[in-house]
């Protein structure tokens, strides 16, 4: 079975400092895997997305996270985080060639603090 | 509409009360999924429509769970006898076909009391 494993369950940070929040899938077959993000009473919101090609993918406020295949890693990061970047991170995957049902890691609650 | 809208937004329920949610979502989308997220958890699979047919319900956690989507638009998530246990926010999302486009409603947050 698919899993996600966030190695972060908080990440506290100042601001303007770099950041980088951590998951590990496990899977023997291919995936496509994805960042959300999740500000308090709001839905997810995507924030970028692997499917094929380029192993570093950028996405939206700065964020950017590089594939690695032979570590099963994807981890995302941002060069200079911002007070409204605080907020739940979550990982996931879609194993490939399945009806697309998000598999979820349990979260990263990053702070941004001044 | 512009969005996957929920309603209600938060709902508060007796512990044995019948509770229904729904999903509006975005028109022309012919996948929609709903998740659970329990306080401090991951989103955790549901169930899975592909129009009006009901393709996976392997989530759902009890037989008291219950979802349709009868003319492959809105979708309803229906929890009879509802426990403690099923407060949980729940996210409906849809897409244009598989899950690589997914969008997310902003949730129904239940609570039983």
């Known amino acids: 079975a698919q899993s996600v494993t966030q190695l972060d369950s908080q990440v506290p940070v100042f601001e303007e400092a770099p950041v980088e929040l951590r998951c590990n899938y496990s899977s023997s077959v291919s995936v496509y895997l994805f960042w959300y993000v999740q500000y308090p009473n709001q839905g997810l919101q995507l924030l970028l997305k692997?499917?094929?090609?380029?192993?570093l993918v950028k996405g939206i406020n700065g964020f950017e996270a590089e594939f690695n295949k032979s570590q099963t890693s994807f981890h995302l990061r941002k060069p200079s985080v911002h007070i409204s970047d605080t907020a739940e991170y979550f990982c996931a995957v879609i194993r490939g060639g399945s009806q697309g049902n998000l598999i979820f890691g349990k979260g990263t609650k990053l702070s941004v603090k001044p | 509409g512009a969005g996957v809208s929920q309603s209600p937004r938060y709902k508060v329920a007796k512990r044995g009360q019948d509770v229904a949610l729904r999903c509006d979502p975005i028109?022309?989308?012919?996948?929609l999924f709903w998740y659970q997220q329990a306080l401090g958890q991951g989103p955790e699979f549901l169930t899975y429509f592909q129009n009006e047919a009901q393709l996976d319900k392997s989530g759902l956690p009890s037989d008291r769970f219950f979802a349709e989507r009868p003319e492959g638009s809105v979708s309803t998530l229906k929890i009879q006898r509802t426990q403690q246990e099923d407060s949980a926010v729940y996210l409906c999302?849809?897409?244009?076909?598989?899950?690589?486009?997914?969008?997310f409603g902003q949730g129904t947050r239940l609570t039983v009391v």
């Open positions: 028109s022309g989308h012919v996948s």
């Open positions: 999302a849809s897409s244009p076909g598989t899950g690589l486009s997914i969008v």
């Open positions: 692997y499917l094929s090609g380029s192993t």
